[in-house]
C-alpha cells in the first residue's frame, strides 16, 4: 500500500493528513497558521505536523511515497517556489526546497485550489466527469479546472486565481492590490465584512445577539443562523452575498461549461440553504440557460478533506507532465 502526506496550507489553518493509495485520509491534524510570520516559523510548523501525521497514522516517514503542498497562491511546481501567496505575505520562498530539508524528502507544491480541485476529480464530487471546475470559500476564494484529466495550471502555474477576478469596479481593497475583487465579497472573509457592515447599520438586527454584542466574533456561519432565525437584515445580507457569489460562478461557467461545478470551502457546509438559491441565481443570467444541458452545481464531497488528498497527489500531476 502506498501511502502520502498532504498538507493544506491555508490562509487561517495548516490542515495536514496521510492519504492512503485508495485515497482515504487516514489521519488528520491541524494548526492554525498565524499568517504573517516569517515563513522559517510557517514551514517548520508544516513539517511537524508532516511528522505527527505519519506518527499517529502508524506509518514510517520511510514508507510515505510523497509529500505534497497546497499554497493559497502561485506555486511554481517546476522550482517549488511560492512566487506569491497574498493572504500569507509571501514572496518568492522556496518552499520544496526548505520543508524539504526539515522533513528529509522531496516536497512537491502547487496551488491549494487546485488541489482541492483534482481531490474531488479523482476521489469526490467531479469523479467520473470530464471536464469539472472547483471554487473553494474560505478565507479567500480558491479554483481549479479540469478538463478531460488534465488539471489547467497555466504557463507559470497561476492560471485559475479565479477569487481575484473584479465583480466590482472601484471596490474593496484586496491584498492583491486590486480593487473590487470576488473574493473580498464571495469568501467567508468578504460576507464576515458585508455582515459587520450590515450591523453597523442596523443595531438592532439579531446578528448582535449571535455574537454577544461583540463585533469581533462575526463569522461566516454568523448572517446565515440569523437569516434562519427570521432576521430581516440578515436575510438581506445573504441575499446580497449569493449575488456576487453567483456572479462570479456565472463567470466561470461561462468561460468553461463544465460538466459539473463543485462548491467546497467552510461557506459549502450551509449546504443547499446555500446552493438552491445559487443555482436559481445561476439559472437566471448565465449564457446556456437555454441549452439541453446546463452545468450541475454541487456541494463537494470530499469537505475540507479534498485539498489534503489533492495535495497528496501532486505527485501524480507532475509525473502525467514528464
Request: with cysteine.
Amino acid at each position: 500500500m502506498r501511502y502520502d502526506i498532504g498538507i493544506d496550507l491555508g490562509g487561517t489553518n495548516i490542515v495536514t493528513g496521510v492519504v492512503d493509495g485508495s485515497g482515504k485520509i487516514l489521519k488528520r491534524v491541524n494548526k492554525p497558521t498565524d499568517a504573517g510570520r516569517e515563513p522559517k516559523h510557517i514551514i517548520k510548523d508544516m513539517a511537524e505536523l508532516a511528522l505527527s501525521a505519519a506518527e499517529k497514522a502508524g506509518v514510517a516517514m520511510g514508507d510515505v511515497g510523497s509529500v505534497g503542498v497546497g499554497v493559497p497562491g502561485a506555486a511554481n511546481a517546476d522550482t517549488g517556489i511560492v512566487e506569491y501567496a497574498p493572504n500569507l505575505y509571501w514572496r518568492n520562498v522556496p518552499l520544496a526546497e526548505m520543508l524539504g530539508a526539515e522533513i528529509g524528502m522531496p516536497v512537491h507544491i502547487g496551488n491549494d485550489a487546485n488541489a482541492a480541485a483534482y481531490g474531488e476529480y479523482t476521489s469526490g464530487a467531479g469523479k467520473g466527469h470530464g471536464s469539472v471546475v472547483a471554487i473553494t470559500l474560505g478565507t479567500g476564494i480558491g479554483g481549479g479546472a479540469i478538463e478531460n484529466g488534465k488539471l489547467l495550471t497555466g504557463f507559470n502555474h497561476a492560471a485559475m486565481e479565479v477569487g481575484h477576478m473584479v465583480i466590482r469596479r472601484g471596490g474593496r481593497a484586496c491584498a492583491c492590490g486590486r480593487l473590487g475583487c470576488w473574493e473580498r465579497y464571495a469568501s467567508a472573509t468578504g460576507l464576515i465584512i458585508t455582515t459587520r457592515s450590515a450591523m453597523g447599520d442596523d443595531k438592532d438586527t439579531k446578528l448582535w445577539e449571535l455574537v454577544d454584542g461583540d463585533i469581533g466574533k462575526v463569522e461566516g456561519r454568523t448572517a446565515f443562523d440569523a437569516m434562519k432565525a427570521g432576521d430581516e437584515t440578515a436575510k438581506t445580507v445573504i441575499a446580497t452575498y449569493i449575488d456576487d457569489l453567483a456572479c462570479g460562478v456565472i463567470n466561470l461557467i461561462n468561460i468553461f461549461q463544465p460538466d459539473i461545478l463543485c462548491v467546497g470551502g467552510g461557506v459549502s457546509e450551509e449546504g443547499e440553504t446555500l446552493l438552491a438559491p445559487l443555482r436559481g441565481k445561476v439559472m437566471e443570467e448565465v449564457f446556456s440557460k437555454n441549452s439541453e444541458k446546463n452545468t450541475e452545481i454541487v456541494r463537494a464531497k470530499l469537505g475540507n478533506g479534498a485539498g489534503v488528498i489533492g495535495a497528496a497527489h501532486l505527485y501524480k500531476i507532475r509525473e502525467a507532465d514528464k
